[in-house]
């Protein structure tokens, strides 16, 4: 395309972004408008997509980071003839595909992005997917705003990216000096961005984003570089075009004060339409199929960590399929992840402790088709949250695996220590939440969360516990294990993982009383086996539940909602780590947090003698 | 002290660190080798404080980022006088409070450590409190480990710090080369980290950090640099000191393998006492105490956003009170703390799009004395969720304000709606969790947040809603608000923000139809209002909660927890954000998600049709 023909598609975009925003009432032309041209020179002349073969495994990636210039990146797709001038105007309705921030529910989107700083993130697992598993020479294109270079994950990003040595990655950097509320802390200064990129080993080219020709030339540089990732600094006006706006605060996030008038000023609606460099052909490697599985097998009596059963598992996942990928925070040997490692160690990926990094990068493989477990101490996921949060939003299916679940963690203390995360977890939109108790039941737990859709969440252990269930028992996703039955029960013990076994010593204990207790393994938190739960509660009429977890958001409140139906409720009462924990033992700590086998004997006692239970 | 003096200091930490790992039987001495010369000048020449007055407004402030070392800062309390050998022996047991790693259970510890990457964001809230509100001479220093440079947040603030000038502010740089599972990305390449803060504006110098003139003129050179916060690189040896773990990996976190030798090898344990040089006097300038206190009132009728009243209630706090200061994400236009920066700007900090420094910097600024009030979107404090978990460790008191909450956000789609955060905060030990429904529930509420101890959250909403409380009405913390009562009421709504207004037009709905409905505004979601929940449980057998938000963690959970006392329970039924939403009219989405007016009118006849509820 000729120089003055990428400038209309520019100006061609900017109209578009306006005509959208205006549509719908609201949205974020000007920021769109920044970026037209650097959009449109890519989209011309560099980016490789089959816009009718979205799976196509040649395709580049395009991430709008600054997911918030969605009218831009809906302009691309009219342009390409993906979408209809009729669909571009239903931009942000109700049951419209173009949603205010891009979701996947559009095909040409891969991740949802709309919280600043993940673009990056999610495109180094992409590009480290493309380099070391794929071996497909696509190219992964990032664009963000300056704003959003403030975000420690940008820098997590950054890191591991020039680390990693990923020259098929650039990052397009929109700097039009203005953030939501006024100007960002460099302003214009590219020099800054330079500087700072170039010290953690990035290739920089600095332009001016309005200059095709130069955008052109710095996306061939980009093209051409070798061994490093390359960010093009481009030096934008937001809003460029419309005199009304560019340049001036106050403009973010709302439809041009005149559109009509904009529109003539850009010089009027345009119909050009590109058609898109198709990818060279590309053929997957990655298989769901490959030797047969073969779980690791723990004997019943067997002292084992659910940590170390996991590691082993997962090497054992990694051997029977070739899509299987390890990522660590720099906690491998704590995780357990190391025995992965040691055996596929070319699908083994570390992070290092970047945690926003850990989680990115297993959203941008997963995307690639491949079905990453991310493992890090539970404690430590929190890091992470927002971008678990977008993985529900992308509809990604990753798995996340937290190890030294609660106080039974001991000594190192309450810094240490998974508390909060089952709630965090059960939280998120579909996803799945599993805490075993022994080694067998993690092996099969691993195995099943490889077929899972969206979010799953594996919360190990860091102590031994005693292997109670053969490695033929099965453990299906929403099951639970009754672990102590008679007709005779009084009350009802719910437990999780260490807590399970402090519920069988518990009913030892209260055996030798003659109160007799029910045990249901709750394995599976999200979702709960409400059949279960119910039956025990129609059978005892009280349910106990104990856990290493904050008595919000975990095993307590998942009890609870299996009788939300408008049944009847039993009478429900929670164990949980209700103090601030300091440095102790294992056992003093589940001591300590009220929620070991005496504690759990004593509640049932006290139910018993206040006849709250019959 | 002379260099020889220096060095045998060093040595006595050495000792020090491994005689209280090998007491715990676990720990990190090897990592707190490494950093102990460091530790032995900065404690001996450069420290000002009084630890006989840890809170001397005078004192500096150190922190251990990498909380792990906490062996080392023990050993230097022991050094200073502040505990004697018997405590540092007594490190890491039940009861002592020499934790695993630091917390405040210290009074010479400010802030909680453990995670890492945390330390420096902190720590530059103390030096930015010391440079623009305290104005004491008070030097901030932070000892970092060189694995936890991975972490994005330390990249926030050395952002954050640079900007700010805050040549009070030290890092040093404990680079030993060894992570916990092997080496780091940079290993022994100092340059690699001055190139990086150096491109970040900061001052750096690289030395040998066991050469203790070296550490002295660095440290001196660190204290004399203006305008530049600094960097101190710190080439150092894992272990150091005793060659069967010295620069050796596999030997991260654990006692060594023969304490008794090692300490031979070590010199023998050492009793050096120092006169840790004292602070000059210093004046707290902000008070609680300033004038009174004239909350913005607001009209019954009127239509006002609760993010809006919660801008103007903080712009009347800070004028009653010197000590309270605000915090924005770059989001200020819309969380509205605008309001307060137009009155009291130096009280107002911009922390950009950088949300762990945002939380970091507030628990900085807390431990310095002052009141802060941090805010962005809900959706985007999921972004410092390790930060806000590590706050509730350090028992500090910040007041966390979340904007844009739930579906009724409306077209942005859910990238930018909080739907997770009532789980988050609610998990939290000792957190308080307030989501007002009108414009003066929310100015009472924010008044009340200053005097609250902990994480405190309060949950505002972007569109405007009306005003349905008088100004002078109490909203005690813990309360609730029963909107409509009578003796024929046969469910309870309960709810809270939004859908309080939803409920109330619900039950308008159902009064043509003859269905009393009781209405429970749950402004307090954590503590809840168990009392008046139980009574209303009484009186109508059926409750159902209604809320913007997922169905887990939130309103449904916070209800079903006031009657886990073993009480009778009532029959509970939930309604939430079950979809996945897009982008559409705030009215689509309450629709789409089931929680507007007619939904829960449905829900209400459908309980009543069915014979659930009487």
Same mark, same amino acid.
Request: aromatic share 8%; proline share 5%; net charge negative.
């Given at each position: 395309m000729r120089n003055d023909q990428l400038a209309e598609l520019g100006q061609q975009l900017r109209v578009d972004a306006v005509r959208a925003a205006d549509a719908a009432g609201s949205g974020h032309p000007t920021s769109?408008?920044? #970026?037209?041209?650097?959009?449109?020179?890519?989209?011309?002349?560099?980016?490789?997509?089959?816009?009718?073969?979205?799976?196509?495994?040649g395709n580049d990636r395009l991430i709008f980071s600054k997911g918030h210039a969605s009218p831009l990146l809906y302009a691309l797709y009219r342009v390409a003839g993906a979408i209809d001038d009729e669909e571009l105007l239903s931009f942000r309705r109700l049951d419209s595909r173009l949603e205010g921030h891009p979701t996947p529910r559009l095909p040409w989107v891969d991740v949802a992005t709309g919280s600043l700083g993940q673009g990056l993130p999610v495109g180094v697992g992409m590009a480290l997917a493309g380099k070391r598993l794929d071996?497909?020479?696509?190219?992964?294109?990032? /664009? #963000?705003?300056?704003?959003?270079?403030?975000?420690?994950?940008?820098?997590?990003?950054?890191?591991?990216?020039?680390?990693?040595?990923?020259?098929? /990655?650039?990052?397009?950097?929109?700097?039009?000096?203005?953030?939501?509320?006024?100007?960002?802390?460099?302003?214009?200064?590219?020099?800054?961005?330079?500087?700072?990129?170039g010290a953690f080993g990035w290739h920089t080219i600095e332009i001016d984003g309005h200059d095709v020709v130069a955008v052109d030339a710095a996306l061939k540089e980009a093209g051409s570089t070798v061994g490093q990732p390359t960010a093009i600094i481009a030096r934008?006006?937001?809003?460029?075009?419309?005199?009304?706006?560019?340049?001036?605060?106050?403009?973010?996030?709302?439809?041009?004060?005149?559109?009509?008038?904009a529109i003539e000023e850009l010089g009027g609606p345009r119909f050009i339409r590109v058609d898109v460099h198709k990818p060279p052909a590309a053929k997957v490697l990655h298989t769901a199929l490959g030797g047969p599985l073969s779980l690791p097998a723990f004997e019943v009596g067997e002292s084992v960590a659910t940590r170390t059963a996991f590691g082993k598992a997962l090497a054992a996942l990694g051997s029977a399929r070739s899509d299987?990928?390890? /990522?660590?925070?720099?906690?491998?040997?704590?995780?357990?992840?190391?025995?992965?490692?040691?055996?596929?160690?070319?699908?083994?990926?570390?992070?290092?402790?970047?945690?926003?990094?850990?989680?990115?990068?297993?959203?941008?493989?997963?995307?690639?088709?491949?079905?990453?477990?991310?493992?890090?101490?539970? #404690?430590?996921?929190?890091?992470?949250?927002?971008?678990?949060?977008?993985?529900?939003?992308?509809?990604?299916?990753?798995?996340?695996?937290?190890?030294?679940?609660?106080?039974?963690?001991?000594?190192?203390?309450?810094?240490?220590?998974? /508390?909060?995360?089952? #709630?965090?977890?059960?939280?998120?939109?579909?996803?799945?939440?599993?805490?075993?108790?022994?080694?067998?039941?993690?092996?099969?737990?691993?195995?099943?969360?490889?077929?899972?859709?969206?979010?799953?969440?594996?919360?190990?252990?860091?102590?031994?516990?005693?292997?109670?269930?053969?490695?033929?028992?099965?453990?299906?996703?929403?099951?639970?294990?009754?672990?102590?039955?008679?007709?005779?029960?009084?009350?009802?013990?719910?437990?999780?993982?260490?807590?399970?076994?402090?519920?069988?010593?518990?009913?030892?204990?209260?055996?030798?009383?003659?109160?007799d207790v029910r045990i249901v393994d709750l394995y599976s938190v999200k979702p709960a086996d409400a059949v279960t739960l119910q039956e025990a509660a129609d059978a005892t009429g009280c349910l106990l539940t104990v856990e290493d977890h904050r008595p919000e958001g975990g095993i307590g409140d998942a009890v609870a909602e299996a009788f939300t139906d408008g049944r009847p409720m039993p009478r429900l009462v929670r164990l949980g780590v209700r103090n601030m924990p300091g440095s102790a033992t294992p056992e003093e700590q589940l001591h300590m947090s009220g929620i070991d086998a005496e504690s759990i004997a004593a509640a049932v006692r006290l139910l018993v003698e206040q006849a709250v239970v019959r």
């Open positions: 769109s408008m920044s #970026a037209a041209d650097l959009a449109a020179v890519l989209l011309a002349h560099h980016l490789r997509y089959d816009f009718d073969q979205p799976d196509h495994p071996q497909i020479p696509y190219r992964v294109w990032v /664009l #963000a705003g300056d704003s959003e270079m403030a975000e420690g994950s940008v820098w997590e990003a950054v890191e591991h990216a020039a680390y990693e040595h990923l020259d098929n /990655l650039t990052l397009i950097i929109d700097v039009n000096r203005l953030g939501q509320r006024g100007p960002t802390r460099h302003g214009w200064d590219l020099e800054a961005y330079a500087r700072r990129l934008t006006r937001k809003g460029r075009g419309v005199a009304e706006v560019e340049d001036r605060e106050g403009m973010h996030g709302k439809p041009l004060p005149d559109a009509a008038a299987v990928v390890a /990522l660590d925070g720099e906690v491998g040997d704590s995780t357990r992840t190391e025995y992965f490692a040691k055996v596929h160690p070319s699908r083994f990926f570390e992070c290092y402790i970047a945690e926003q990094e850990l989680v990115g990068t297993a959203v941008g493989m997963q995307a690639r088709g491949y079905v990453p477990y991310a493992s890090t101490f539970a #404690a430590f996921l929190t890091r992470a949250h927002d971008f678990i949060r977008m993985a529900a939003v992308s509809r990604a299916a990753i798995n996340l695996v937290g190890s030294h679940a609660g106080v039974a963690i001991g000594q190192d203390g309450p810094s240490q220590m998974g /508390l909060e995360d089952l #709630a965090m977890f059960r939280a998120l939109h579909g996803s799945t939440v599993l805490y075993p108790c022994d080694a067998n039941q993690t092996a099969r737990l691993v195995a099943a969360m490889a077929e899972l859709p969206g979010v799953s969440y594996l919360r190990t252990s860091r102590g031994n516990m005693p292997v109670i269930y053969g490695p033929d028992e099965e453990f299906p996703v929403g099951g639970s294990k009754v672990l102590r039955s008679s007709d005779r029960d009084r009350v009802t013990v719910v437990a999780g993982g260490v807590t399970v076994h402090e519920a069988v010593r518990a009913a030892d204990l209260l055996g030798q009383e003659g109160i």
